[in-house]
């Protein structure tokens, strides 16, 4: 592979002035086991973060109940004060129980809390974008998300988001959503296996909206990953690096932002920007 920057392929949402190379960086795996507490190594997590940047990534998703808070005061600590082309993706509607548990949080007062949250810890005056991230551990549960994004349109309207977002949704609430305030992206479950968006993603590519699949490798059987280790090692590349080629090529308004707490494993994934699929290794990974 050659040398790959993620500028090489930008991406503008419609109704947004910020600029998305289309590798970015989930920041979710700088916490602790099970998304709960400090890393291990703090500093290898700041060096992580300052990699990203240096390597090219404008985007970084987070969310102030990863850790909790911790991923948003190791990006503050990294990063900031932030270079102007960076954009920072936060997530609300969630909190962590004590037991670790994920909860639901999507009453007004909690959406509220959550946003001035984020922004302290993250130490920015206003979010660049927020996603609410709907209810639902196993994926959508459809339920209407009309009055939570009312309260993210009020906060937009006040100076405190600029944009705004969807996570765990389905075609219907975003439908929903988009007659409540303009959605910029929209963040869902998908990979190579797990295709259950492919009309929504050709839905929003026409309406120029930005969608992020997150698990690139999840659920994934031995067959499927044996079948895709082939095609990985007749590239050259490791099954993580083609899963994202994959992505990258399946719509022009595909987001990917794979995460690590590696720097060696940061570049992997960043390079695989310039890997390109031919049409027998889309034929093979298509049929899985």
Partial sequence: MNTYSPSQHPFTPAHCERHFNRI???AMQLAGPHVWGPPADRAAAVAVLR?????????IDTAD???PHVTNQLIREAL???RDDL????KIGFLRGADQSWLPAAAPAQLRDAVHSNLKNLGLDALDVVNFRAPGLEGADGSSIGEALAVLAALKKDGLIRHIGLSNVNARQVAEAQQVT???CVQNHYNLVHRGDDALIDTLAAQGIAYVPFFPLGGFSPLQSGALSEVAAAMDANPMQVALAWLLQRAPNILV??????VAHLRENVAAGGLRLDASALQALNAL
């Fill in 24 to 26: 970015g960086y989930g």
């Fill in 51 to 59: 990699e990203a940047i240096e390597l090219g990534i404008n985007h």
């Fill in 65 to 67: 109940f990863y850790g």
């Fill in 80 to 82: 900031h004060p932030y």
């Fill in 87 to 90: 954009t920072i993706v936060t």
């Fill in 182 to 184: 303009e959605i910029v």
């Fill in 257 to 262: 932002i794979p995460g690590t707490s590696s």
